[in-house]
């Protein structure tokens, strides 16, 4: 399984970037997916997850009504939609699939098979 994240730049503060994140190599509906993301100097988080069928979510409290996961079984891909970019969004976030079940587990890196390169969202204010 490969995972390769893209959409990443530059962006003023209250601005909107959309992550994509394609998948490879797997049978991709197997999977649930999650965007964490690692801003210098601190441990990587969940931001937000997406079950394997698409009927659940859940996201940190810090990005809730701003960010919105969602995937295209069809395509093999999964997005992450951030408006309202924040400066303390700057961060270097990555995607990544998991085989587990649809638990709490899903913040934890450990529960996660395969992982995306990451990609780097800077937001300027």
């Known amino acids: 399984v490969q995972l390769q994240a893209s959409g990443g730049g530059l962006v003023q503060a209250g601005g909107s970037l959309r992550l994509s994140c394609a998948f490879s190599?797997?049978?991709?509906?197997?999977?649930?997916l999650g965007w964490f993301r690692q801003a210098p100097g601190k441990e990587r988080e969940l931001v937000a997850a997406?079950?394997?069928?698409?009927?659940?979510?859940d996201y940190a409290d810090s990005v809730k009504g701003r960010f919105t996961i969602s995937r295209d079984n069809a395509k093999s891909t999964v997005f992450l939609q951030m408006n309202s970019l924040k400066s303390e969004d700057t961060a270097v976030y990555y995607c990544?699939?998991?085989?587990?079940?649809?638990?709490?587990?899903?913040?934890?890196?450990?529960?996660?098979?395969?992982w995306g390169q990451g990609t780097l969202v800077t937001v300027s204010s």
């Open positions: 997406i079950s394997s069928g698409g009927a659940l979510t």
């Open positions: 990544a699939a998991s085989s587990g079940s649809w638990s709490v587990t899903l913040y934890r890196m450990r529960s996660y098979d395969y």
């Open positions: 190599g797997g049978t991709f509906g197997r999977y649930h």
